[in-house]
């Protein structure tokens, strides 16, 4: 049975920083759902009822198009190995771009991973654990640098050319404000 919390326990913390994947979800007032898988080492608690991840840049912005409109957000957490597991938090969410001026205090958490392009700053109001006995195990093998190699190779001025091209709107036309808030 689901278990509802008011905050992040140290267990539910030690839990989260063990997980190598997790998953955001977001919507705005209309238009599609957004689920994204996130890896790499791009989360951070900050506190019982706080946590951040930078976001680099992909394929689309929809969390960002999303949380600008409609700040609701949650991210799940789902045990892989060991003990079964599923981790909600909900709560609402804030884009901090690097021209804001929270961004250098919280970018300053995470490390330099290219293509870093948006900071999510969550504050969860419900924390839920459920069982996850339905949910498959899996080894974990390693990380995929793929990409971090792409990021790379485009270089910073290929990347901020690459948000102009393909990271303005969400896939509904909604507008991220990533190159205004980022140049």
């Given amino acids: 049975m689901a278990k509802q ?39 951070r608690i900050l506190g019982r009822n706080r946590v951040a991840w930078l976001n680099v840049t992909g394929s689309g912005n929809e ?5 600008q409109e409609n700040p609701r957000m949650t991210l799940m957490f789902a045990a892989f190995e060991g003990d079964p ?3 909600r938090l909900y709560g609402q969410a804030r884009v901090v771009h690097q021209n804001d001026p929270e961004w250098d205090e919280l970018y300053k958490l995470f490390p330099t991973i290219p293509g870093a392009r948006q900071i999510f700053d969550l504050d969860v109001d419900l924390v839920q654990t459920s069982c996850g006995m339905g949910v498959p195990c899996f080894d974990y093998v390693g990380d995929r640098e793929l990409l971090n190699d792409w990021a ?20 509904d036309g909604k507008p991220t404000h990533i190159v205004e808030r980022n140049t």
Avoid: C
């Avoid at 969390?63 to 949380?67: D, G, I, P, Q, W």
């Avoid at 790379?152 to 896939?171: A, L």
């Fill in 152 to 171: 790379v190779s485009k270089g910073e001025s290929g990347i901020r050319e690459y948000w102009k091209e393909k990271n303005q709107v969400s896939i």
């Fill in 63 to 67: 969390t960002s198009a999303h949380v």
């Fill in 5 to 43: 919390h008011p905050e992040i326990s140290d267990a539910l913390s030690d839990f989260i920083n063990n997980q190598k994947l997790f998953f955001v979800g977001t919507a705005a007032a209309d238009g599609r759902v957004n689920v994204s898988p996130k890896g790499m080492d791009s989360l």
């Fill in 85 to 87: 597991m599923i981790l």
